[in-house]
Structure formats: structure tokens, C-alpha cells
């Protein structure tokens, strides 16, 4: 099993400028869901779904959509890019409570 | 919602001697905690965790408390190696979303 991937692992992009962040499992895993992690905040919540065709909104929604059309994948799509969204971003997904997180995206918003 | 606080932000130990961290949380329906460690560059990776039928867990080096009617938890590291060195987070889990604590960078000493 590859476990969780995320593409890219790296993005410069330029302020209002939109992106799709990629998450896929392979563990056959109901629930994903987004976090960002920024120095001395720990890791919040942007958005979750527990199963195909259900999401919802965590602690830091705004600016972000998702969508979950099949259980593999959860995309996460920065609408108009801002330098606050400068961040690492970690899609996770879980079974039973245990919560496996993929590498990572380092976004930088200019 | 879920509020999980932690400390210390920072901690740094003789290599050999044992490592505290704890955190508290809000919503007594909460039901799973657990810690992960996340090494610089890399994504978080799950180390121990414990649910709220539980007092107590341990796995080598590393344990876990839960005091319920206290609502805190923590995570003790005994004989700790310089490996041991990162940034720990708690989380809590209600209604299946895990709210982390804002982490803890600790640093063993040799």
C-alpha cells in the first residue's frame, strides 16, 4: 500500500492565482481531511468528509473547497491563493481512530 | 467545539533522564487521544494513543495517562535518546475529528 499521497510537494503560486492541492488513499479509508500547519499554531482543521459525496467544514474553511466523489481521493482547491495561505498543507485519513498523514505540500503564496 | 492546550511549547532533557508533556481538552465526549511526533521536514507519525476507557498505556520508552474528570492526558518518555528529539503534538478526537494541541519541541541533550 502506498498509504496517503500528496502532489505537488512544492507550489510557488502568485497572489489570486487558484491551485488543487491532490490527496489520494489507498487503505480504503471512509474518513479524510485537510489540515494546515503553520510555526506555533500546531495543525488545523480546513475541511473533512467521512465518506464519498459527504464534507464538511473544520476550524479554517474559508478560502478552500473540497469534494470527495470517490473514497480514494479528497483534492483541496485554493479558489484565489493569499499570502496567508502560505503554509504546509497534510491530508490524513483515518480508520478506527488512527490517523495516517500524508508527506505534505509546501505551499508559498507570493 | 473541541479545545486541546499544551505544554510546555518547549522542553529540553539530559539524555537519559525522562520527558513530561501535557495537554487538557474541553469536550468531555471526547473519546480517543493520541500523540504524534512529527521530526523536521517530515509528516506527523503516530507514536501511542489511548481511549477514554483507559487509564494508562504504555509502549517501551513511551506512555500515556488519561484523567477523565480532569480532562488532561500525557504523554511520558523515560531514558530518552537523542533520537527522541522533535516536535510532539496531543489530539483529541470528538465525533471523529481530531483537534490538535499546538505541539511541543523537545530536545534531548547529550
Known amino acids: 500500500n502506498a498509504g496517503v499521497t500528496q502532489t505537488p510537494k512544492f507550489q510557488v503560486l502568485k497572489t489570486g492565482q487558484s491551485m488543487t492541492l491532490q490527496c489520494a488513499q489507498d487503505?480504503?479509508?471512509?474518513?479524510m481531511s485537510w489540515y494546515r500547519q503553520d510555526p506555533g499554531m500546531g495543525l488545523r482543521l480546513i475541511h473533512y468528509?467521512?465518506?464519498?459525496?459527504?464534507?464538511d467544514q473544520g476550524e479554517v474553511p474559508n478560502g478552500y473547497n473540497v469534494s470527495r466523489s470517490t473514497t480514494e481521493d479528497f483534492p483541496l482547491r485554493l479558489l484565489s491563493a493569499a499570502p496567508s495561505q502560505t503554509s504546509v498543507y497534510f491530508c490524513?485519513?483515518?480508520?478506527?481512530?488512527?490517523?495516517?498523514f500524508g508527506p505534505g505540500t509546501r505551499l508559498l503564496v507570493l | 467545539g473541541e479545545n486541546v492546550e499544551q505544554h510546555p511549547s518547549t522542553l529540553s532533557v539530559q539524555e537519559g533522564d525522562s520527558a513530561v508533556i501535557k495537554c487538557t481538552y474541553s469536550?468531555?465526549?471526547?473519546?480517543?487521544f493520541p500523540w504524534y511526533k512529527q521530526e523536521l521536514g517530515k509528516r506527523p507519525q503516530l507514536i501511542i494513543d489511548?481511549?477514554?476507557?483507559?487509564g494508562e498505556k504504555k509502549d517501551q520508552r513511551i506512555a500515556v495517562t488519561l484523567n477523565k474528570t480532569a480532562k488532561h492526558f500525557s504523554l511520558h518518555i523515560t531514558e530518552t535518546q537523542p533520537e527522541d528529539s522533535a516536535v510532539y503534538f496531543c489530539?483529541?478526537?470528538?465525533?471523529?475529528?481530531?483537534?490538535f494541541g499546538t505541539g511541543t519541541r523537545l530536545t534531548i541533550i547529550p
Open positions: 490524513a485519513s483515518k480508520t478506527r481512530g488512527t490517523q495516517y
Open positions: 487503505m480504503n479509508h471512509e474518513y
Open positions: 468528509s467521512v465518506g464519498a459525496g459527504i464534507t
Open positions: 469536550d468531555s465526549a471526547s473519546n480517543y
Open positions: 489511548i481511549r477514554s476507557n483507559v
Open positions: 489530539a483529541a478526537t470528538s465525533n471523529e475529528k481530531l483537534t
